[in-house]
């Protein structure tokens, strides 16, 4: 007789080893203690050895455990990708594209990027933001197709991400009409007038300061913030100068409500798409990707 792995207890140990705690699982999972204990002493049994250590309330996986887990999550993570790929191409017969963009991306650019499949309304598009990390926890587990940053990724074993640069943007000083009045000169506008400037988690605003550090200058900085939507808002309201990508700010420009005193040469921000290797790829991804030229 053939003896079969039960996935419902490796489910169980899966979800036990990733909380360390026996009780919680239990209250996530909505089952009682004795029933979840039950379950992953069945699959110790099946195996023929101990998975977990106890600690006093924590429990420690075993040497074997921690080997066992390393399967688990690539089953499941498998089973996530399949329920993504027949997802990604049932949705109305144009499929959906589950995105997720960080906090601090260009809605301008998250719009520039989405639109090839915009027009396309059989195409079901479900948007999430949030930190990076978070967003990246999601793409490994299969719950998103692609994570739009503009902070890069490194790939290692347990994360094989891929890593594609979609665009470069110049960074600009940016501020209210006629506030730079006698021409645009780098140090003199970074030295005489406040700035308002991304935070140090950003590209950007790495770029910047070392910028800064080669001139040899101090400049005036008002606020930061790592937002780019309340940096747009600051750029708008604050009567400073906005070291800020003009894309940001692409309709208070047309619109005349803002001015682009110059580009600032050296400081610029890159996006990048964020994707896990697939067997199938998923749908529109590639329409989207095509319509950037700078390869990854």
Same mark, same amino acid.
């Given at each position: 007789?053939? *003896? ?14 990733a ?40 429990? =420690? ?20 990708e =399949? ?13 959906q594209?589950r ?32 930190? =990076?990390?978070? &967003? ?13 940053? *503009?902070r ?51 590209e ?52 005349? &409500? ?39």
């Open positions: 007789m053939i *003896n079969r792995l039960n996935y419902h207890h490796l489910y169980y140990f899966w979800r036990v080893a909380e360390g705690h026996l009780t919680r699982t239990a209250e996530r999972l909505h089952i009682s203690q004795s029933a979840l204990s039950a379950q992953i002493r069945q699959l110790e049994e099946q195996l023929g050895t101990p998975l977990f250590l106890r600690e006093g309330k924590k429990l =420690l996986l075993t040497e074997m455990g921690s080997s066992v887990l390393r399967y688990a999550e690539a089953i499941f993570a498998l089973g996530n =399949l329920l993504s790929a027949t997802a990604s191409q049932d949705v109305g017969q144009g499929g594209l995105i997720g963009s960080v906090s601090t991306l260009s809605r301008n650019f998250l719009e520039s990027f989405l639109h090839p499949v915009l027009s396309k309304q059989a195409v079901k598009l479900n948007l999430e933001a949030g930190g =990076l990390e978070e &967003l990246l926890n999601r793409l490994s587990a299969y719950e998103l197709d692609v994570v739009l940053s *503009n890069p990724v490194i790939a290692d074993d347990k994360h094989p991400w891929r890593c594609r640069t979609l665009a470069r943007q110049e960074v600009c000083l940016i501020g209210p009409p006629g506030l730079v009045t006698d021409g645009f000169e780098l140090v003199n506008v970074l030295t005489r007038h406040q700035l308002v400037v991304p935070s140090a988690k950003s950007i605003r790495v770029r910047f300061d070392l910028l800064c550090e080669q001139l040899g200058i101090e400049p005036r900085i008002r606020a930061e913030v790592d937002d780019m939507a309340a940096l747009r808002l600051l750029a708008r309201d604050s009567g400073a100068v906005a070291l800020i990508p003009a894309i940001v700010v692409k309709d208070e420009l047309n619109k005349g &409500l803002l001015e682009k005193y110059g580009s600032v040469h050296g400081v610029e921000e890159t996006f990048y798409a964020i994707t896990v290797r697939r067997r199938f790829e998923t749908p529109h991804l590639k329409d989207l990707f095509q319509q950037f030229s700078i390869p990854g």
